[in-house]
């Protein structure tokens, strides 16, 4: 899966990556059946000296009926109804299973416009739209280690927020908020990317998720409250947009 996939930095992707493996192997194991059986098939019944052709049926007998639905059957419920199975039971276990009630989990308000993307983290007094938020441009900085928990609302068209090391993706729709969690497992640089084609500047839409150490992403806050503050950042039309919405209730 190294070879197709980027690398996994995330706590839950492997959940992603393993229900991708599962259905590449399952497919991958039908087609080879199908190839196999019609290579038989050919090989075997091809016209011969000594031989009558093959004998055609219809496929229309009971007994040819009964083994479509047999196979059909295994089939169906080997790769669908396991992977929906798995699926619906990883998606409300983890993926779905927000950090609402968690203080440990990082808040963070993402803001989408054609055509850039806007990350506020509400600062010490763990409030959005006051005087210490911190706002980014383009870079959303986290710690490792800890639930990372983010709200977004859009400014003009839908866009889609993609993180691919994290194996994750949320669109941002304008008139509503959606919301998205997601844990770094390692420092590192990631690309963060618009997986929703918003108008003709969207490839300009690439960002950089930074994912630190605690402790270097507590240095890396304290610069970044002080820079905000010296800057005025809550005073800038961009801070500004965060007034119109309350971001635990998402109204
Ligand atoms: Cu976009």
């Given at each position: ?15 992603v990556?393993?229900?991708?493996g599962?259905?590449t ?14 290579l ?8 011969r ?7 055609h049926t219809h496929?229309n ?12 059957l295994v089939?169906?419920v ?38 850039s993307?806007t990350?506020?983290?509400a ?6 739209g ?8 383009g ?8 639930p ?24 941002a ?6 919301r ?8 590192g640089?990631?690309e963060?990317g618009?997986?929703q084609?918003?108008g ?5 839409m ?5 994912a630190?150490?605690?402790g270097e ?5 304290a ?13 800038l039309?961009v801070?500004?947009e ?10």
């Amino acid at each position: 899966m190294h070879i197709v996939l980027p690398h996994d930095a995330s706590l839950d992707g492997h959940l992603v990556d393993g229900v991708i493996g599962y259905l590449t192997l399952t497919t991958g194991l039908a087609f080879l059946a199908v190839l196999v059986f019609l290579l038989i098939a050919i090989v075997f019944h091809r016209e011969r000296a000594g031989r009558t052709r093959a004998h055609h049926t219809h496929g229309n007998r009971p007994r040819d009926r009964a083994l479509t639905f047999a196979v059909a059957l295994v089939m169906f419920v080997a790769i669908d109804v396991t992977l929906v199975a798995r699926t619906a039971g990883e998606l409300s276990g983890r993926f779905w299973r927000y950090p609402d009630g968690d203080p440990n989990a990082l808040r963070v308000e993402v803001t989408a416009r054609q055509w850039s993307w806007t990350f506020r983290t509400a600062g010490p007094d763990g409030r959005f739209g006051t005087g210490d938020d911190v706002v980014t441009l383009g870079e959303l900085d986290v710690p490792v280690g800890r639930p990372i928990y983010l709200k977004l609302r859009s400014r003009d068209v839908v866009h889609s927020l993609y993180l691919p090391s994290f194996r994750t993706k949320i669109d941002a729709i304008p008139g509503s908020t959606t919301r998205l969690w997601f844990q770094a497992q390692e420092a590192g640089r990631f690309e963060i990317g618009c997986a929703q084609h918003c108008g003709v500047s969207h490839y300009k839409m690439r960002g950089l998720l930074i994912a630190r150490p605690e402790g270097e992403y507590h240095d890396w806050l304290a610069r970044a409250e002080t820079d905000s503050r010296l800057r005025g950042d809550a005073a800038l039309p961009v801070a500004g947009e965060a007034d119109g919405w309350d971001w635990e209730t998402g109204r």
